[in-house]
């Protein structure tokens, strides 16, 4: 029985490889369908619906190729396979694929495809950082709240998701980067700002990749202080491995190893005494990496592009109908919102009651994820009773977001609390 499950566990594997190698093709295609409109100059809207319909032919493919990895994988746990930070990332990243087919079918712009499949590529990369070997559910986790609550809260982020992406369409389709008033240089920045951010993802997320595939590591132990139950300051020592070559050690840190970068055989300086928390100075390792990453990555295709990232997409959009990106970008946040309020809200409520005996604790996790509800609620709010659509509602869809990926990864990895075994 053993020998099945890890055969089962090996091909669900490469079926998520199949699967995310299939979405880069697929995006790529969606790239093709709107870039090579300037080649064909016979008919360019047949080469749209000729490219794009193959996109979105292989991003079915390799949408049921991730279905069969996420239920192969369920077989082979036991368990549904959203218990970690790996299988939720995945699971996430499936949900922003059939959001993004939903989305699709209702209104046929294949420009989505270049917007929205990037965000789940992103969300894959991500979530293949971290072990990937199937885990036995801890206590906490082994409820059948577990299928109902992170699937649906899940669901509702992928909406948010491809509002967003709707959102940047928008944006790029109607700030005129040729205008040098203060008002349009302004929103210019934002929006470039707004791209540097996703750079610096893509960024952190090649540093990783790349580091591991050389095989990089290094270990400090860490004393660590704590406050027990009974109210009593406690220490302890601690290992603390590094995944990417280490510019800051831990404050309190001495190298137990460490495999040299660029003729650096000890890390250039130690966290400041003032970064609390466990493994804050590996924490603000990861942040510094993820800027240097980022900035290097923005500066080369800065170069390539050589104009500002937005002032070299928005071509794209040219043809575009600017009131059906905004469309799309708020039915998807309106199809998002109540079944992101079902399971981040009511669902979890319910499933802390039957765990913890409350319904609400104000853990990190719980009030990011009130955060996270309220500024969609707000967002409706405004654009339904106030009128604020176009811009304005464009820039709320990225806010809103951005706010969703630091609850997924700011919280889980970042700020301690009772979820911190989804960062596992």
């Not at 499936?94 to 046929?108: E, G």
């Not at 894959?124 to 885990?135: G, K, N, R, S």
């Not at 794209?316 to 469309?327: A, I, V």
């Amino acid at each position: 029985m053993t020998s099945l499950t890890d055969s089962i566990s090996s091909w669900s594997s490469n079926f998520f490889i199949i699967a995310f190698a299939l979405y880069c093709v697929a995006f790529l295609l969606f790239v093709v369908s709107l870039t090579g409109k300037k080649w064909n100059h016979g008919d360019p809207e047949a080469h749209t619906r000729k490219w794009g319909g193959t996109a979105f032919t292989v991003t079915l493919i390799a949408f049921l190729c991730h279905l069969i990895f996420f239920f192969t994988r369920w077989y082979a746990g036991g368990h549904i396979p959203t218990s970690n930070m790996y299988e939720f990332m995945t699971f996430l990243g499936m949900m922003i694929v059939l959001a993004f087919i939903i989305v699709f079918l209702l209104y046929r712009k294949h420009v989505l495809g270049a917007f929205a499949l990037p965000v789940a590529i992103i969300i894959l990369a991500y979530a293949a950082v971290f072990p990937q070997e199937i885990q036995p559910l801890i206590p906490a986790l082994q409820s059948y709240w577990l299928k109902i609550h992170v699937t649906t809260a899940a669901t509702g982020e992928a909406f948010f998701a491809v509002g967003f992406a709707g959102g940047i369409m928008y944006l790029l389709r109607s700030i005129d980067f040729t205008d040098r008033s203060p008002s349009a240089r302004k929103e210019q920045k934002w929006l470039e700002f707004t791209l540097l951010v996703m750079v610096m993802i893509i960024g952190f997320v090649g540093s990783i990749f790349s580091f591991n595939a050389a095989g990089y590591k290094a270990k400090f132990t860490e004393t660590v202080t704590y406050t027990d139950k009974a109210g009593v300051e406690q220490t302890m020592e601690q290992e603390t491995l590094y995944v990417l070559p280490p510019l800051v050690m831990p404050h309190n840190g001495q190298t137990i190893e460490m495999t040299p970068f660029l003729g650096m055989n000890e890390p250039l300086f130690r966290a400041p005494s003032w970064m609390k928390g466990a493994s804050a100075g590996r924490k603000l390792n990861t942040v510094i990496w993820s800027v240097l990453s980022g900035l290097i990555l923005y500066g080369v295709c800065r170069l390539i592009a050589r104009k500002p990232l937005g002032a070299a997409i928005a071509p794209l959009m040219n043809g575009l109908d600017k009131e059906d990106l905004d469309e799309i970008s708020y039915r998807s946040i309106a199809i998002g919102y109540p079944i992101f309020t079902l399971g981040a809200l009511i669902f979890a409520m319910i499933w802390a009651h039957e765990a913890w005996g409350r319904f609400w604790g104000w853990d990190p996790k719980e009030v990011w994820a009130l955060i996270t509800w309220l500024f969609y609620a707000a967002y409706l709010h405004l654009r339904l009773s106030r009128g604020w659509t176009g811009k304005r509602s464009s820039w709320l869809s990225v806010i809103g977001f951005i706010v969703v990926m630091f609850t997924l990864i700011g919280v889980n990895l970042v700020i301690a609390g009772l979820h911190s075994y989804a960062g596992v």
